[in-house]
């Protein structure tokens, strides 16, 4: 079992930042992809940005140049860094680890952007 819990949400104006944390502990090792999730009111859950265990990000078209995928191995940690956010970057956000065949998810983190 991975567990994982986010941390660094909160409401920002239109044009600040956030950094979002996510803390794993648990059977950690050989965690496969690290990523961050998110899910705006009556939308479906979207892929954020990801990053495997070779350190290959992957972001959605939406966020590329604004936002950074991060990890600190050593804390058991990744972060997402974002930049530049608009009132359409509101929702929850949820980190998200994968396994071998197996997913994990946080409980996930409100982030909300204000114009």
């Known amino acids: 079992q991975v567990r994982l819990v986010e941390s660094g949400g909160g409401l920002v104006q239109a044009g600040g930042s956030l950094r979002l944390s996510c803390a794993a502990s648990?059977?950690?090792?050989?965690?496969?992809?690290k990523g961050w999730y998110r899910q705006a009111p009556g939308k479906r859950r979207e892929l954020v940005a990801s990053?495997?265990?070779?350190?290959?990000?992957n972001y959605a078209d939406s966020v590329k140049g604004r936002f950074a995928i991060s990890r600190d191995s050593a804390k058991n940690t990744w972060y997402l860094q974002m930049n530049s956010l608009q009132p359409e970057d509101t929702a929850v956000y949820y980190c998200?680890?994968?396994?071998?065949?197996?997913?994990?998810w946080g409980r996930g983190t409100q982030v909300t952007v204000s114009s």
């Open positions: 998200y680890a994968a396994k071998s065949i197996y997913g994990y």
């Open positions: 648990g059977s950690i090792f050989s965690i496969d992809l």
């Open positions: 990053i495997t265990s070779g350190g290959t990000t």
